[in-house]
């Protein structure tokens, strides 16, 4: 294991380096290596950003968003890179399994890895880690691993600040979650002091739709919504055909499982969803109830109490069924 001595001095000279973060990236995983990403390049070393797959285009605006590379684009190319790393930073992911294809490279990979997270549950791949399962964000550990690790605030540019905001903003629901603390506010009036247009960021990241992804929102809401009174739980299920129908793009079902829970006395909401490979499911609770918990049982999945992920590979109506059938071994959490 590392101490915060060793790589300072590990750090102070340049190195090869890559950023990685977890399949399908979001805000706070793109916000979290782009940030990495800028403080390292601007300390001198060569620095490569390689993610596992694409994601929503409503991030393209990201600062250095330009120079990211997405690993089956160019696999044998990001392997060598990947194995030529002195230090590979993995940011809001801790089992790498999250990062599907990049699983085998970066898990034989023979440089150090410093992981920056705030998952349940690290798997331990890490050489060094800045964790913290009660952070708002990946992004808000940055920060403090920047400023408190590192005492490096004055590295912080407006680039870094713009994308630490997305980071908070989006992981936090626009800082409306539990884990919005004073401290994460703090850290937030902060990067708009060093700069980032928290208006412009709203605007690039809430108010891009395309025309066919709020009529498919609308679609959703009116034909896929199903609520499950006895169980204080609402749910989506979309299938193919749906997503092809409205012509759907990554990011489009993004937020989509929030409105199911936001009816009045839901406990539990969840969107599940053919894509090509797999059904995927996205779980969202209020209060105590653990969707990790299902996700990781049922699902091959996990995450946090409140936020989980997980897959299947059985037919979207048979995983909308084996949902159903798990509901009354819970049914005392969600009443
Ligand atoms: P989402 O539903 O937005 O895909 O993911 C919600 C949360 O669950 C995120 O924190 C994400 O990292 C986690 N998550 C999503 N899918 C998976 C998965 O397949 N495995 C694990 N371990 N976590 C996941
Ligand atoms: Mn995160």
Redesign the pocket.
Known sequence: MFTPETLKKELNAPKHIVVTT???P?G??LGSSLAIYHWLKAKGHVVYVIVPSDFPIFFDWLPGRQDVKIYMEDKSANDALIADADMIFCL??N?L??INAMEQAVRSAAGTKIMIDH?LEPEGFDDYRHWDSGAAASAQLVYDFIVDVMDDHQAITLDMATCLYTGIMT?TGSFRFRTTTSSVHSIVADLITLGAKNWEIHEHVYNSFSENHLKFLGFCLLNRLEVLHEYHTALFSISRQDLNRFQTTTGDT?GL?NYALAISGMKLAA?IIDRTEQV?????SVGDFP??EV??KY??????RN?????SNEPLDKVVEQFKSILPEYKERLT
Do not use: P, Q, T
């Open positions: 977890h399949h399908k979001d706070d995983a809001d992911f089992g399994a999250r998952h992981d993004e499982v969107l995927k499911l996205s779980l969202r969707c990790n996700c990781k699902f091959n999945g996990g995450g946090h936020a989980s992920g997980g897959n």
